[in-house]
């Protein structure tokens, strides 16, 4: 079972820690690690193989509801912007990633792909340390359904 596929079904079981909600085109969650505090990920439930696999209907609605995270999560961290990228090279199947931008960031970084930070040596995701963020995530969407 590939990764997305496994997170999703930890979401269904109540099992995945990440779990911001259940959005009406799958699951808000949190990302692994949060060295740009607020990084999350939108998986599809069902999971597909990508976003043209989606049907009109379905596909809008994912789209909308990655809006709307990106929202929430704007308004949680006080972002400069957010950044979404759906990709599926090494995970072939649908999952957004949504990255908050901050004025804070270093120059050199800010104005380039997320994938030039150091992904091995960045915090990892921890209930204690972001917990309070997740549900504040959650609040927003829950207030904007």
Request: proline share 6%.
């Amino acid at each position: 079972m590939s990764l997305i596929s496994q997170r999703v079904e930890l979401a269904r079981q109540g099992a995945n820690d990440k779990v911001i909600c259940r959005m009406p085109s799958g699951w808000a969650v949190m990302g692994d690690v949060q060295f740009l505090p607020g990084y999350c990920l939108l998986l599809p439930d069902p999971v597909v193989p990508s976003l043209n696999d989606l049907d009109t209907q379905a596909r809008a609605a994912y789209l909308l509801d990655m809006a709307r995270l990106g929202d929430a999560v704007l308004e949680a961290t006080g972002a400069l912007r957010m950044n979404y990228e759906i990709l599926g090279n090494s995970e072939p199947e649908l999952h957004c990633h949504l990255f908050p931008r901050y004025a804070s960031e270093p120059e050199g970084k800010r104005r380039m792909p997320v994938w030039f930070y150091d992904w091995k040596t960045a915090v990892a995701y921890a209930e204690a340390e972001h917990g309070a963020l997740r549900e504040r995530i959650a609040r927003l969407l829950q207030s904007t359904s």
